[in-house]
């Protein structure tokens, strides 16, 4: 078997923006109105007015930060789609490739430009075919395999026809350990995840202190961390293939 992971970042910032929705901000708080405050049971015309020139003044405070609220919110909000950019084919793009061969115990991290990087892919998974070699992965029928697919379609990069049947299922050549894990159940108490797995089979999960989030900004900024990132995420679901009986 071969095992393979593939690691995304965002697209360049100026792509981002024209396919970014921004979102509708506050309306602006408009004209004080005393008629609206509500004085309760008052009487006394002293604590009406002071009643009132609390609201004025805090309806004053809304006018005053209302600008630097909106841009806040709208930066807070691009922010957010930036970060979860890597994990969209419209908004990410494919970095790098793993691959894993536990029979020889070595590994290749392909990387480079990313049209030429996914037809590597689809070459690599057509000699796993023609080998009956399987290629493995954790959660790859929901994530990896789809995000090459859909990369492929806009990168113009032909995706064999036996890839994917009446383009709802993957070709056998695809484990999904994932899928191997939970047996053909389903539900939110199965656990599945890369740590969990870890913890199952006694192998641990991720790296400390790094994510898959902080790969992006890795490979540029400490490339070798990067590969050990992507190292740990061949080599630990190869051991566990294998205790599934995944040859």
């Known amino acids: 078997m071969l095992t393979f992971d593939i690691e995304t970042a965002g697209l360049p910032d100026d792509h981002l923006r024209k396919i970014y929705e921004p979102l509708e901000l506050p309306e602006p708080p408009g004209e004080f109105d005393p008629s609206t405050v509500r004085v309760g049971g008052l009487k006394d015309p002293d604590k009406i007015a002071a009643k009132i020139d609390a609201a004025k003044k805090s309806h004053s405070d809304l006018v005053a930060g209302h600008d630097g609220k909106c841009k806040a919110i709208a930066t807070n909000h691009w922010e957010e789609f930036k970060d979860r950019a ?76 036996w890839a994917m049947q009446r383009g709802r299922y993957f070709d056998p050549v695809f484990v999904d350990l994932r899928k191997t894990w939970l047996c053909g159940q389903h539900g939110t ?12 089979f006694g192998t641990g999960g991720k790296p400390d202190g790094v994510s898959g989030g902080q790969f992006a900004e890795l490979w540029e900024t400490d490339r070798e961390k990067a590969i050990a990132y992507l190292e740990n995420d061949l080599r630990k679901p190869a051991i566990w293939a294998a205790r599934m009986g995944i040859i």
């Open 86 to 161: 890597a994990l969209d084919a419209v908004t990410g793009r494919v970095i790098a490739i793993g691959y894993f061969n536990p029979a020889a115990d070595k590994s290749v991290i392909d990387h480079g430009d990313e049209r030429e990087l996914i037809d590597r892919f689809w070459g690599k998974a057509l000699s796993c075919r023609n080998e009956h070699r399987a290629m493995v992965g954790l959660n790859i029928h929901d994530f990896d395999l789809p995000f090459l697919v859909r990369r492929s379609w806009f990168l113009d990069v032909y995706v064999p026809d």
């Open 189 to 200: 108490s199965i656990k599945s995840s890369f740590d969990h797995l870890g913890k199952a």
